[in-house]
């Protein structure tokens, strides 16, 4: 499984990004996909998870009515479209190809090599 995240960057408060993770090695129409952050010295930390579909969304409730999260199984990427940025978004961003059961995403060990962003106040 190969996960490949990319889109981070520098914005301004208030501004937007949108993040892509492109997956190969596994068969991404019918796997769960999430995306996770991480700041210097924390635990990782849950962001937003698609089901296979893309029928079922859940989001961290720090991130919720700002960020969106879709796929597209015709070019094997996931999105989070980023907008409204804060200060603490700040993280480097990671995809993830996991589970989904009963309204919750599972990681698994299949993680990518992250992205930064940083959002300037």
Request: with cysteine; glycine share 14%; net charge positive.
């Amino acid at each position: 499984v190969q996960l490949v995240e990319s889109g981070g960057g520098l914005v301004q408060a208030g501004g937007s990004l949108r993040l892509s993770c492109v997956a190969s090695g596994i068969i991404f129409s019918i796997r769960p996909m999430g995306w996770y952050r991480q700041t210097p010295g924390a635990q990782r930390e849950f962001v937003a998870a698609l089901a296979n579909g893309g029928s079922s969304t859940i989001y961290a409730d720090s991130v919720k009515g700002r960020f969106t999260i879709s796929r597209d199984n015709t070019k094997n990427t996931m999105y989070l479209q980023m907008n409204s940025l804060k200060p603490e978004d700040t993280a480097v961003y990671y995809c993830n190809a996991g589970g989904y059961y009963s309204g919750r995403y599972y990681p698994s060990a299949n993680w990518g090599q992250g992205t930064q962003v940083t959002v300037s106040s």
